[in-house]
């Protein structure tokens, strides 16, 4: 798929996802690991990155701080990581909203395997309007 799509970039999230990435040799823009495997601590993932950004976003929420390192991360000329201290999951709609255009997110579906979200204006609005409903959720 990534040699016949030829994707602006890749975004992993999640550690299983990344290990088996790399493994097959493919190099993501940006992972996003939180050292778990469905919520248990795992041994961390070794992955060749020039950049790493740490970063606190405990379950259930989106944090400022990670958010910017999304963004930090990805207008960046490097391949980078984050290692969040909590958990990666949610970050995945960030990760789509802030990818170049045409960029694959890949993250892991429990028991079922590798989801791949090509980053395509209409994809990054059904992400806002996720972020919007979830944003109205949070102040009720």
């Known amino acids: ?7 602006s970039s890749i975004i ?11 493994k097959n040799h493919i190099l ?21 990155t020039e950049k790493t950004f740490y970063v606190k ?15 930090e991360a990805l207008q960046s000329s490097q391949h980078a990581k984050i290692v969040v201290e909590g958990e990666e999951d949610l970050l995945t709609l960030i990760a ?4 170049p255009q045409d960029s694959f997110v890949l993250y892991g579906q429990p028991h079922e ?17 996720i972020l919007k409903g979830m944003e109205k959720g949070s102040k009720n």
Do not use: H, Y
């Not at 690991?33 to 469905?38: A, E, L, P, R, S």
């Open 57 to 71: 976003n405990p379950r259930g929420t989106i944090t400022e701080e990670a958010i910017a390192a999304i963004q």
């Open 12 to 22: 992993s999230v999640g550690d299983t996802v990344s290990r088996n990435l790399a």
């Open 113 to 129: 395997g590798i989801v791949v979200v090509k980053a395509t204006t209409d994809k990054k609005t059904e992400v806002s309007e």
């Open 96 to 99: 789509i909203m802030q990818a």
């Open 1 to 7: 798929m990534v040699n016949k799509e030829k994707p």
């Open 28 to 48: 993501p823009t940006l992972s996003i690991i939180d050292n778990k495997c469905m919520r248990k601590s795992i041994t961390p993932t070794m992955l060749a």
